[in-house]
């Protein structure tokens, strides 16, 4: 079965520090795909970045990076330069192509926690 | 503006009760989710549908039903059955069910018991 796996329960940081989430993800599928979710504190999930399982480019978007290693089956997220209003909590997810209905899988969950 | 729309924001339970959350989208957006996020804790999975008059159960469905009788709206009904439902809920959707499309969310339904 698939599982996701986010170590870091919080991560408190000042701002302006550079702040990397892990995510290690297990799957048996060979095609399936990667995301990152936002959750601020006002509770909606707001969409980040995703990754399917054959581009393992890794990429920037802004204050966003993200490096994908499918040799240690992670998917690690950087945020450059924090600011407080990145203050929130940020989910991994996956979704397998054996999956019916497009169906997530989520991590427990990294709090980020950035003080002026 | 094209978004999902969940309420109420808070609502209370009280025992032996059922109570309704609202999901409404205006996104036409094929498929529908329900999750349920406890504190500290991920989203796990409770119903989807995929199209209109189907649904499926997800990874802890006991205690809940749902209903899809329009492509905008998929309501989710907490059962005096559900013994444990305080918790916060998400509504969301995806264009299709294609595999891969990123699931779009409401802004959440938070339910404790009275």
């Known amino acids: 079965a698939q599982k996701v796996t986010q170590a870091q329960t919080e991560i408190s940081v000042v701002e302006k520090e550079d702040v990397t989430l892990d995510c290690v993800y297990e799957t048996r599928d060979t095609t399936y795909y990667l995301f990152w979710y936002k959750q601020p504190p006002s509770g909606e999930l707001v969409f980040l970045i995703r990754r399917n399982s054959f581009d393992e480019q890794n990429e920037i978007s802004g204050r966003y990076s993200w490096n994908f290693q499918k040799s240690t089956s992670s998917f690690n997220f950087t945020i450059t330069a924090s600011q407080v209003v990145d203050s929130a909590v940020y989910f991994c997810a996956l979704s397998e192509r054996g999956a019916a209905g497009n169906k997530l899988t989520f991590g427990g969950g990294t709090r980020v926690l950035v003080k002026p | 503006d094209g978004g999902i729309t969940q309420s109420p924001k808070y609502l209370f339970r009280k025992e032996g009760q059922n109570v309704t959350l609202s999901c409404e989208q205006n996104?036409?957006?094929?498929?529908m989710y329900w999750y349920r996020q406890d504190p500290g804790q991920g989203l796990r999975l409770i119903y989807y549908s995929q199209i209109v008059n189907d649904f499926q159960k997800g990874d802890i469905a006991e205690g809940y039903s749902v209903s899809r009788e329009k492509k905008e709206s998929f309501p989710l009904t907490v059962t005096s059955a559900q013994k444990n439902p305080t918790a916060f809920y998400l509504c969301?959707?995806?264009?299709?069910?294609?595999?891969?499309?990123?699931?779009?969310f409401g802004d959440g339904t938070r339910l404790s018991i009275l």
């Open positions: 969301a959707s995806s264009p299709q069910p294609a595999q891969g499309q990123p699931q779009h």
């Open positions: 996104l036409n957006h094929d498929a």
